[in-house]
């Protein structure tokens, strides 16, 4: 049996990601099935401490850019939350389709669903 690399025993314990960053794998809540963000579960030190070392019990929200114009802008190859979402109607429906599947599979419960059902009513980063 041949050795296997650092790099390679590294990339078995991180956990695969979407096209977003959002980890792909487990049960998808609405923040991640009808993301406004990349979320992650570490976060990199800021100086003074060493660079490259990882936060533990920090992670970290990236939010997507606004729209097409501050995207490109910026450089960010996510989709805007524009280009995402045709409007507050469009993302309340999204929100309201992940919602009801979570629920009917027994996975979140009706005062949770409904927490995020008026959370995303209420989400300023989508328009009206």
């Known amino acids: 049996m041949s ?6 025993a590294y990339r078995t314990l991180v956990c695969k990601v979407d096209s977003d960053g959002n980890e792909a794998a ?35 929200c990236l939010p997507f850019p606004a729209d ?3 995207r490109e802008a ?14 507050g109607a469009d993302y309340l429906a999204k929100v309201q389709a992940v919602v009801t599947a979570l629920a009917k599979d027994r996975l979140l419960l009706a005062e949770d669903a409904e927490r ?3 959370r995303a009513r209420r989400e ?5």
Do not use: F, H, M
């Open 3 to 8: 050795p296997v690399s650092p790099e390679a």
């Open 68 to 70: 097409r114009a501050a």
């Open 116 to 118: 995020y059902l008026e």
């Open 26 to 60: 487990g049960i998808r809540l609405p923040d991640i099935a009808v993301p406004l963000a990349t979320y992650s579960g570490w976060n990199e030190y800021k100086p003074p401490y060493p660079a490259g070392e990882l936060a533990d019990r920090d992670g970290s």
């Open 74 to 87: 910026s450089g960010d190859p996510r989709p805007a939350v524009a280009e995402r979402y045709a409007g």
């Open 124 to 128: 300023p980063r989508v328009a009206p």
